[in-house]
């Protein structure tokens, strides 16, 4: 049973899911590989920034985090790309953490076009 409100949102739960995701792919990755490392902190920055927005007051302050999130996010796909590039992991794996970066992308869009109507995002 969630405890805190973010708990609550589809958002936060799948970015958990795409962050247990990326700990069993980086298993076979080695930790010399620079984008080892950043696709582990890019990953883990997309809940805590849903987290930390979500308990804001303001909508100003609330986009801040949902926009570092969904940064964060697109940079766990380039993440991806390279790792396909180094012939680290195969295309089709690639494409599997994608969708469901595509999935957490789009929503944290509608969050902050819900907290922020008049902004382009």
């Given amino acids: 049973m969630p405890l805190f409100d973010y708990e609550k949102l589809n958002l936060y739960q ?7 995701w990326v700990d069993d792919l980086l ?24 987290a930390e927005g979500n308990g804001k007051f303001t909508p100003a302050d609330r986009c801040k985090f949902f926009d570092i999130a969904r940064g964060s996010a697109l940079e766990c796909s380039a993440c ?17 953490g994608k969708a469901l970066l595509v999935e957490i992308v789009s929503m944290l869009v509608g969050l902050i076009r819900s907290n922020s109507p008049d902004r382009e995002v």
Wanted: proline share 4%.
């Fill in 14 to 20: 799948e970015s958990i899911v795409f962050v247990a």
């Fill in 27 to 50: 298993e076979s990755i080695p930790k010399s590989i620079a984008a080892h490392n950043q696709l582990d902190r890019a990953s883990t920055s997309v809940p805590l920034n849903i």
């Fill in 80 to 96: 991806l790309d390279v790792l396909v590039a180094k012939k680290k992991i195969e295309k089709s794996k690639a494409d599997k």
